[in-house]
């Protein structure tokens, strides 16, 4: 069986329980927070990143090498198009959510979740601001421009851009925000559609049991 190490309530680990969810994959989380200097963890995760995947002696750091590897194994629904240019497009899509997308996202989770409920820290109203006055306004402008008016983001079955796009939107409804429909209708017609898929529906129940678990979640 499939391990996933790491914890559901990371970006990036909730990217590949999406992989092994849309597949319909069985797995186990062994839990592990990003940093840990767990000897045994670090010669898996070099960095010290999560999520790690293990399977059969296998292991492998980095969620969009582990994304790619499922679908190697697990090829049917596969989410990377057959056709190069749709496939290059995702893949891209993918590196921007990676990287812009949960920057914005996962900051104001870190400030208005992770800081005040698991760290006791102060919420940095300055560097809330900071995202959503200067980070947010840039990265949903992009998104806006290459979500089209209906249907998924590329072709029409689930790709790894979804995917990676849904996971970065999750954490940012858990750090309190949401897309303003009126000046991004697209991407609000797209996250209305995808966050009520039985896949995204399961996923934040789980994301939801796991916070309410939290002391002060």
């Not at 969810?21 to 963890?41: L, N, Q, T, W």
């Not at 806006?144 to 409804?173: M, N, R, Y």
Request: charged share 25%; glycine share 6%.
């Amino acid at each position: 069986m499939i391990k996933i190490h790491g914890v559901a309530l990371s970006p990036f680990v909730r990217k590949a329980l999406l992989t092994l969810e849309y597949k319909e994959v069985e797995y186990e989380i062994e839990p592990v927070f990003p940093g840990s200097d767990d000897p045994a963890f670090r010669t898996i995760s070099p960095l010290g990143k999560i999520p790690v995947l293990e399977h059969d002696g296998f292991t492998v750091p980095d969620t969009s090498a582990i994304c790619r590897y499922i679908d190697r194994i697990y090829p049917d629904r596969s989410i990377y198009p057959d056709d190069p240019k749709e496939e290059a497009t995702v893949l891209w899509i993918e590196e921007f959510a990676d990287t812009k997308l949960v920057e914005a996202c996962a900051g104001l989770f870190v400030q208005r979740f992770l800081n005040p409920t698991m760290l006791g820290q102060k919420t940095d109203e300055t560097v809330v601001a900071n995202i959503l006055d200067n980070l947010m306004p840039a990265v949903l402008d992009y998104m806006e421009s290459i979500t089209p008016e209906e249907g998924l983001l590329v072709g029409s079955s689930v790709t790894i851009a979804d995917i990676s796009v849904v996971t970065c939107f999750i954490q940012g409804l858990h750090g309190d925000f949401d897309v303003d429909g009126s000046k991004y209708p697209k991407i609000r017609r797209y996250l209305d559609y995808t966050l009520n898929t039985d896949l995204v529906k399961n996923r934040l129940a789980e994301d939801k049991k796991f916070m309410s678990q939290i002391p002060g979640g």
